[in-house]
T-cell receptor
Framework: DTEVTQTPKHLVMGMTNKKSLKCEQH?????MYWYKQKAKKPPELMFV???????INESVPSRFSPECPNSSLLNLHLHALQPEDSALYLC????????????FGQGTRLTVV | AQKVTQAQTEISVVEKEDVTLDCVYE???????LFWYKQPPSGELVFLIR??????QNEISGRYSWNFQKSTSSFNFTITASQVVDSAVYFC????????????FGSGTRLQVQP
């Protein structure tokens, strides 16, 4: 099973709302990732968790707050977002954080109004 | 610094044609890994292949084949007898063993296969 499950699939939120994106994998992977993808662009790395510890933060604004409650779950908490944050948010996991293929979820299409 | 270049922004072919997607990379690492992903309209990136820098053997998987040439820093992807279901954006990606180890993606090539 090479499945990464993301919820919700679509999310519309106002600029004053607080919401969370969720990601789950049961492949025993020890690395999990959040990527942001704008239309017609490649995915951009936001965060990497390795063994449940944050190992990479690509200078992401603090209105995005990641959380890794356990090795199977990854959350992205959203607060006070801007319309330019509207994008496809992709979660991925890989066996380790280096040089192993990552498996992606279907993403959450976020619209900030 | 790492860089992946996919010079073809968009390619349109007719079903059953063969098509090659180009990927050129730059890295200072002597050990590195190359990947291809497919992104259909549904949004999920589907892993297709991973190659390490020490293995220059070409690979074939059904209608898909990959040509890795270190001499030209290229990792090209060919689809033989293309089908409408092959329509997607294809990303080439690179990860190294020093510095930035996370995937560096190319800008992607949108492939349209017309019936």
């Amino acid at each position: 099973d090479t499945e990464v499950t993301q919820t919700p699939k679509h999310l519309v939120m106002g600029m004053t709302n607080k919401k969370s994106l969720k990601c789950e994998q049961h492949m025993g992977h020890r690395a999990m990732y959040w990527y942001k993808q704008k239309a017609k662009k490649p995915p951009e790395l936001m965060f990497v968790y390795s063994y449940e510890k944050l190992s990479i933060n690509e200078s992401v604004p603090s209105r995005f707050s990641p959380e890794c409650p356990n090795s199977s779950l990854l959350n992205l908490h959203l607060h006070a977002l801007q319309p330019e944050d509207s994008a496809l948010y992709l979660c991925a996991s890989s066996l380790f954080a280096v040089n192993t293929e990552a498996f992606f979820g279907q993403g959450t299409r976020l619209t900030v109004v | 610094a790492q860089k992946v270049t996919q010079a073809q922004t968009e390619i349109s072919v007719v079903e059953k044609e063969d098509v090659t997607l180009d990927c050129v990379y730059e890295t200072r690492d002597t050990t590195y890994y190359l990947f291809w992903y497919k992104q259909p309209p549904s949004g999920e990136l589907v892993f297709l292949i991973r190659r390490n820098s020490f293995d220059e053997q070409n690979e074939i998987s059904g209608r898909y084949s990959w040509n890795f040439q270190k001499s030209t820093s290229s990792f090209n992807f060919t689809i033989t007898a293309s089908q409408v279901v092959d329509s997607a954006v294809y990303f080439c990606a690179l990860s190294g063993v020093t510095g930035r180890r996370a995937l560096t993606f190319g800008s992607g090539t949108r492939l349209q296969v017309q019936p």
